[in-house]
């Protein structure tokens, strides 16, 4: 929860930002916009805010950098210290709510920033549902080979070091939204 | 190929910014060393252009002279003194890490105010270059006045230089051959120069601390 906090500002202005890029405030409609025309996610706040809620989702998801969420020891626990006075389905319930909020993020991710849908042009709905299904399922993929890459690459950091990721989290997110701002575009 | 640019110059900036994030020694070389090769690739994409279009190879030279010294070079030449000075890891900042952080934001944000004086926004892409890049030349001075060790104080110069010379590829095309060189060389020696510094200062102190250079020694 503290973590999430620190993160809040952070996620707010990257997907408001996102949300001005492209001129909706539904996620529904910031994809199809990003799907319409790929190439504008190489635009520079496009970039920053990737970066940014990408941090937010090692954050939230708590991945090694902020938690290790394999640990043992009672001394490092950030999420599963919450855990500990559960077991049985009730235990089985608040891992599959971690996992939902992973893939959530994980979700955000790969429809704003990978839009990969604007390449194929298929005219049956079934056969396009299974098509993007399986875009879907790659880009899933994508983003959590790019977390995992991020956990084999990085330590555990102290708890009190984490402002710091929020700080260049939330920079990075209002820098983008600057840029769109002076530059629209 | 304008999207690439623009994305190629903020990547040097965020790489900037992870610096200033930065804590230990060892992280602050390897950033740098990542910065670097971001310039490479910089330098490589506007020097195959040039050489496309006009036929001629000095940016290409350029980059391969990067390559050798900012990439190899010069961070082996950083890790041997590091490694030989050898101290302990311990707070190495003035000021605490989130503050540096949100600083360096207010400086691209007074970039973005002074140059949008000068030239009006959104008329072309060479705004972003130019903002993007002497916010890094701001963020590389920040960092040298806001460490304590004199390696930090190294990166920061070898930072500040990386963002005059991204200002000079992305608004003017590179400067020409010979001034780039002579630079090269110029940094060079400040490098070498420094590192020996850095031990003389090891010597006197036992500390590469400037906070211990107060006193004169006769």
């Known amino acids: 929860m503290m973590i999430s906090s620190l993160l809040e500002p952070a996620l707010l202005v990257a997907v408001i930002t996102v949300g001005l890029i492209t001129g909706s405030g539904s996620v529904y409609g910031m994809m199809q916009t990003a799907a319409a025309n790929s190439a504008a996610v190489f635009q520079p706040a496009y970039l920053l805010t990737f970066v940014a809620i990408f941090i937010i989702l090692i954050g939230e998801a708590c991945r090694i950098p902020v938690d290790d969420p394999a640990t043992h020891l009672e001394l490092t626990m950030v999420h599963e210290a919450m855990l500990l006075e559960f077991s049985g389905r009730y235990l089985a319930l608040m891992e599959l709510g971690a996992a939902v909020k992973q893939l959530i993020f994980i979700t955000l991710l790969a429809n704003l920033y990978i839009p990969l849908e604007g390449l194929f042009q298929i005219a049956s709905p079934a056969l396009a549902l299974a098509v993007s299904l399986v875009l879907y399922l790659f880009k899933v993929l994508v983003i959590t080979v790019l977390v995992g890459l991020t956990e084999v690459f990085t330590v555990k950091l102290r708890l009190f070091s984490l402002p710091n990721l929020g700080a260049i989290s939330f920079t990075l997110a209002f820098l983008g939204f600057v840029q769109h701002f002076m530059l629209g575009r | ?218």
């Open chain 2, 1 to 218: 190929m304008e999207y690439y640019l623009d994305s190629l110059s903020l990547l040097i900036l965020i790489s900037s910014f992870v610096l200033v994030a930065n804590k230990r020694i060892n992280s602050y070389i390897k950033t740098f060393r990542l910065q670097s090769f971001l310039l490479v690739i910089l330098a490589g994409v506007i020097g195959v252009e040039k050489f496309l279009t006009e036929g001629a190879l000095d940016i290409i030279v350029v980059c391969v002279i990067i390559l050798a010294l900012k990439v190899i070079y010069i961070p082996r030449l950083l890790k041997n003194t590091v490694n030989k000075v050898e101290y302990k890891v311990e707070k190495d900042f003035f000021l605490n890490i989130p503050i540096g952080v949100l600083i360096c934001c207010a400086l691209v944000m007074l970039v973005y105010y002074s140059i949008s004086s000068v030239v009006p926004m959104n008329s072309g892409h060479s705004q972003v270059y130019l903002v993007n890049s002497i916010s890094v030349v701001l963020i590389g001075l920040f960092f040298m006045i806001s460490r304590k060790k004199a390696i930090g104080q190294i990166i920061g110069f070898l930072v500040l230089e990386n963002g005059l010379f991204t200002t000079a590829m992305l608004t003017a095309n590179g400067m020409p051959v010979i001034i780039e060189l002579g630079m090269f060389i110029d940094l060079l020696t400040a490098v070498m120069i420094m590192g020996v510094l850095v031990f003389k200062i090891n010597e006197n102190f036992e500390s590469i601390d400037i906070n211990k250079l107060r006193n004169l020694r006769g």
